[in-house]
């Protein structure tokens, strides 16, 4: 009796094992602790909660292969999942265009190609992001400019698995833990 209830035991723990591994390796690593998040603040560029934040431009999407059909929706996600989080975390940012001093600019790249290296060079996230080889997971660079002095007063990046084939409730949920570790530390001074 106690080898039978051993041997079902260890065919039980066997099993979940096998299942665990079969459901992370069809969707590939979930852990987001390891995405790689960079974040570069200038100390000299103070953003208050009343300084008001526009968005320079609408989040631009640069991919090396099509991004299919989903992609104009999930780019307007991500720009409202950043503006809401900016928002939640008390920063000022309006809709409406204006003259203000901060405005946000991010881009999504997925690939590798000529664009994307020259898009890397003007975030100037070094040495981290100079050193990758391939963006195929893709990347979301994220600043936020002092238009006047031409300098980011914040900017970051941070990497995540967007292959389209995943379910979209998975797609958007991993998309929601990225933005939230890339904008983690960041908070408007009092």
Known sequence: MYNTKKTIIILLLGLFTLL???C???????DL??????????PQLIIKRS???TWYSKLALHSATN????????ITYIQGLISNTLLNKGFNVIEQASDSQYQLVAVAMV?????????????KLFPGLAEKESYQQGTLL????????????WRGSVQMLVDPSLPKALRLERINGAVARLLQNLKPHA
């Open 111 to 123: 690939g590798n190609n000529t664009a994307n290296q020259k898009i890397l060079e003007l975030f």
């Open 67 to 74: 991004p299919g059909d989903e992609a104009g929706e999930i």
């Open 51 to 53: 300084t008001p934040l």
């Open 20 to 22: 665990n591994t079969a």
């Open 33 to 42: 602790s390891k995405r790689q998040v960079l974040t570069m603040t200038n």
């Open 24 to 30: 992370s390796s069809r969707y590939g690593d979930t």
């Open 142 to 153: 994220v600043a936020i400019v002092d238009v006047n002095r031409k300098k980011a007063a």
